[in-house]
């Protein structure tokens, strides 16, 4: 049983305009002093010599204290740059699905097409629970299920298209590169902002790729076989833990996501795709035994 997404009852999205960021909460503490000093007329030196080495010895202690305070008081944390400039409101499913609705409209299959509609997939939904398995460290060919709890699941389903294709512009590598990117940057803002989470899968629509004889053939060509192909991309909290110690866009450096065109040769383009070449899998649906429905992801080779 196909696990394709059915698409969403809408049409497709008209350009974006992005939404002014939204900054956080709360703001700095800004404490200043003003000191101002009419010094009358002294008369007796000896008087004017005490009152200064009074203000002396205070201004002594005054550095003092805040020397050991420093050490071992409370102290203010400069924590530095924000790590983005939007967050999301929530958290746990309904955090996951505000960070599809804030990305997806910036990833444009043509100027006034999105790329896809992004949705969250409830793995413990009563009505038709999906289960994700991986092949198992060390094996050949045992499965080993993600956890649902600590697990995210984004369906990215094709505009313009059937059964959640994309429909609009031309396939090419590019376009699977900037797929790619959009998972990639799902992942980090929910590494980020969804507490619990351990693994991130984003499930591309469905594509095809060429398969033809390239080196001595049995029997000769005419064109090349096209066959479908269902990919999806999964990253583990451990391998994106550097980016999540780093502002964003020191990873990603574009706030608006490069066009399909301009994609290869975007400042992280060789980031995505060695980031994400590692945690490409074709991804296959079956019913399983109980009823549930089964995503089993296979490694891809290196794209």
């Known amino acids: 049983m196909s696990f394709r997404r059915p698409h969403p009852e809408s049409s497709p999205a008209h350009e974006h305009v992005a939404d002014p960021p939204v900054t956080g909460g709360g703001g700095e503490l800004l404490a200043s002093r003003e000191r101002a000093a009419h ?12 009152v200064t080495a009074g203000l002396f010895l205070l201004a002594v202690a005054s550095l003092a204290a805040a020397v050991l305070l420093s050490g071992n008081g ?13 967050r999301p409101p929530d958290d746990g499913l309904a955090g996951a699905q505000e960070i599809a609705d804030y990305l997806a409209p910036y990833y444009r299959a043509t100027p006034s097409d999105q790329l896809a509609i992004v949705t ?3 793995l413990n939904n009563p009505a038709n629970p999906l289960q994700v398995v991986v092949p198992a460290p060390g094996s050949s060919q045992g499965l080993l299920p993600l956890p649902p709890s600590g697990t995210i699941v984004y369906n990215l389903c094709g505009v313009g298209g059937s059964d959640c294709a994309i429909g609009v512009g031309q396939p090419s590598a590019a376009r699977l590169l900037l797929l790619r990117r959009e998972a990639l940057e799902l992942a980090l803002y929910t590494f ?23 080196g ?16 999806a991309v ?7 833990g550097p980016y999540l110690a780093e502002p964003l866009r020191r990873t990603l450096p574009e706030e608006i996501p490069p066009s399909v065109g301009q994609m290869p040769v975007a400042a992280e383009a060789p980031l995505v795709s060695v980031i994400t070449a590692h945690g490409l899998f074709a991804e296959k649906t079956q019913q399983g035994q109980d009823g549930s429905t089964v995503l089993t992801l296979t490694p891809m080779p290196p794209q």
């Open 39 to 50: 010094a009358p007329r002294i008369r007796h030196a000896g008087r004017f010599r005490w």
């Open 74 to 86: 409370p102290r203010v944390v400069n924590s530095g740059a924000a790590w983005s400039a939007w």
């Open 120 to 122: 969250v997939v409830n």
């Open 192 to 214: 980020k902002y969804i507490s619990g989470t351990q693994n991130v899968v984003a499930i591309l629509p469905p594509g095809h790729t060429l398969v033809g004889c390239t």
């Open 216 to 231: 001595i053939c049995a029997k000769p060509q005419s064109k090349p076989i096209v066959k479908p192909l269902d990919l």
């Open 234 to 240: 999964a990253f583990d909290r451990s391998e994106l």
